[in-house]
């Protein structure tokens, strides 16, 4: 789901003058807490009165209470705030899972994803004046209300208890007191920053290299990061290698070397907080010889991800507060890596998918050249345009250019069932109009059967059909034609499903329309489908292109507001088939003046 395209409410006034409210429904995915931050922020700066301190606080906690959410529930999160007239600020965060209580590290769980909590309940008991957990049936929700000006106490954030080697850590004396004056609430912001920072990304290397950024030198002196897989770790081997970062760029290679002869092997059985790790002084010469370093598991959702380890020179070690700090870092990059190899995966797959969609060639037929430009614009998922062009047996070639409602899984589904069918029907020796007419009932049949189990399916699990529920109807715009060559000519026989019609270019430049508008398929039942009939003489284009291009927007105008389709194309008269696509491409192109907004595909087919 697009975040920018969630619906979200914000209210002014309401029950009490003078307060400022809002709400907003959001995914839960590793996403949500930045997007919640920058709503409330937005809502805090609008309002007049509130300090910085209170600002800060709000977006930990908020921030706090979403990742929870997102971590412990894994539904859709619904996050509402109210700046009162007092100048105090509540936040509700809602959830749809109230059998998974909110989760804290003080707690005493010892599960495999315990790095994943971190502070964040504590930080919230902390910056808050009350809190607590209000359950109903099928939701939880996890509120807080901060004081007028933010909280003074800042106790509660100090050093982590029974962390297994933080009793043992001295604070280091030339950094103690720059930690004290950083620790607090400029290690909130970090946090804030830092998870606004890293939910953005999409490749999970560049989310290792942004945690080196982000740790050193602030943190520690190096640290490295090995990514696992599932192979990995079922073959009891850490991934690699290395990502390395050192406060001197001179050191990262030796340290490298050395950290690769030894990586962290991914343990037997449960593990909370960090762990010692040896420290590879030959590696860091004569001034590094000593120090402490320490290893942290990055988990997500239960899954091992990898390992961050940390390192600071000297005799001492880290104190309580950062290795505390470097936790709640980690359950971040662990949610920014798992998110971005979600996204991989899913590119992979789409991939894949879109490769099955569409033709590996366009069929080429005697007598008559053709071009063709395909553009998705999202790269990450199956578009919602396709075509083809293939033979059809008894020197008949069809065409089609379609656009699928929607993107992605559910427009898969429908060119999966399109495409086939309508190669099936036309070699069966079925005429363009018998074949638009079979396709819109196997697509109204098709939609029937899957909202018959979706119901199925929810009575199943005690509950009836509601409003909205079930797949949506699924409908296309086609333009399909046929194609017989002959001496002198290429007979073309052509129908429009609800789809942008198409245009013919004569050599001297004079454009005319090839088809009617009819209905969409997949909406009306038993509609019935004509087809036209027209000579394309040597010389003359026949143009056929998806909304992507007609309506292709600059500012209020569209790209075909006044014929301007057929004007661009009368502009072409003497080009070759490739050279008209181009041109229209760049015209398309050129008049948003940014990139596309929507798939773009045109065909051009030119007799010779």
């Not at 789901?1 to 002014?12: F, G, N």
């Not at 009490?16 to 809002?22: A, K, L, N, V």
């Not at 939910?199 to 520690?220: F, H, K, M, S, Y």
């Not at 003497?574 to 008049?591: C, M, N, P, Q, T």
């Amino acid at each position: 789901m697009d975040m920018a395209a969630i619906p979200t409410q914000r209210e002014s006034g309401g029950t009490h003058p003078g307060e400022t409210r809002g709400r907003a429904t959001l995914p839960g995915s590793p996403l949500a807490p930045g997007s919640a931050r920058a709503l409330v922020r937005a809502a805090l700066a609008e309002a007049p009165g509130v300090s910085a301190r209170l600002a800060d606080d709000v977006m930990a906690v908020v921030s706090e209470l979403v990742t929870n959410a997102v971590v412990h529930a894994g539904t859709e999160v619904h996050v509402e705030w109210r700046l009162e007239q007092t100048g105090a600020f509540v936040v509700e965060v809602h959830d749809q899972h109230p059998s998974r209580a909110p989760r804290d590290a003080t707690g005493g769980e010892g599960t495999y994803d315990t790095p994943e909590y971190g502070r964040g309940l504590r930080l919230v008991a902390t910056l808050a004046e009350s809190w607590g957990v209000t359950y109903r049936a099928g939701a939880k929700t996890v509120w807080a209300r901060l004081p007028p000006g933010g909280s003074d106490d800042l106790d509660g954030l100090g050093p982590e208890p029974a962390l297994g080697i933080a009793e043992n850590l001295a604070p280091q004396p030339q950094r103690a007191e720059g930690d004290r004056d950083w620790l607090g609430r400029g290690a909130l912001s970090f946090l804030a920053e830092a998870s606004d920072l890293l939910a953005g990304q999409l490749d999970e290397n560049l989310v290792a290299a942004l945690t080196g950024q982000l740790i050193v030198p602030r943190l520690a002196d190096w640290c490295a990061v090995w990514l696992e897989d599932e192979a990995t770790v079922r073959g009891g081997v850490c991934g690699g290698p290395a990502r390395v970062w050192h406060a001197s760029e001179a050191r990262i290679e030796e340290l490298r070397c050395a950290l690769e002869k030894e990586p962290p092997c991914p343990p037997d059985g449960p593990r909370s907080g960090p762990e010692p790790y040896p420290w590879p002084g030959h590696a860091l010469g004569p001034q590094g010889a000593h120090g402490t370093a320490l290893s942290y598991r990055l988990i997500a959702g239960g899954r091992p991800l990898g390992t961050l380890v940390i390192g600071r020179c000297g005799i001492a070690g880290f104190p309580d507060e950062v290795t505390g700090l470097v936790e709640d870092l980690g359950r971040r990059v662990a949610l920014a890596i798992g998110a971005a190899r979600q996204y991989a995966r899913q590119v992979t797959i789409s991939a894949v998918l879109q490769r099955g969609l569409l033709p590996g060639a366009v069929a080429e037929i005697p007598g008559v050249r053709s071009a063709l430009v395909y553009e998705p614009c999202d790269k990450g998922g199956p578009s919602g345009d396709f075509y083809d062009v293939f033979p059809a047996g008894d020197g008949r070639w069809c065409f089609a250019v379609g656009d699928v409602q929607g993107k992605g899984p559910e427009a898969a589904v429908v060119i999966g069932l399109a495409r086939p069918w309508l190669r099936l029907l036309a070699r069966e020796g079925y005429r363009v109009a018998d074949v638009l007419d079979r396709l819109n009932q196997l697509l109204l049949d098709d939609a029937t059967e899957a909202a018959d189990a979706a119901a199925r399916a929810l009575v199943a699990g005690g509950r009836p059909m509601a409003a909205g529920d079930g797949p949506q109807t699924r409908f296309l715009s086609l333009l399909y034609g046929e194609l017989t060559p002959y001496d002198g000519g290429v007979r073309c026989t052509l129908a429009s499903a609800g789809h942008p019609l198409p245009l013919v270019l004569g050599p001297d430049g004079t454009v005319r329309t090839a088809a009617r508008p009819q209905t969409l398929l997949g909406v009306v039942e038993d509609e019935t489908y004509t087809s036209e009939t027209l000579e394309l003489r040597p010389g003359d284009s026949l143009l056929c292109v998806t909304d992507g291009v007609t309506e292709r927007r600059s500012g209020s105008r569209q790209f075909d507001d006044g014929d301007g389709l057929a004007r661009a194309l009368s502009g072409c008269a003497g080009l070759s088939a490739e050279l008209i696509a181009e041109r229209i491409r760049r015209l398309v192109h050129d008049f948003g003046g940014g990139l596309p907004e929507d798939d773009l595909a045109l065909l051009v087919l030119q007799a010779e």
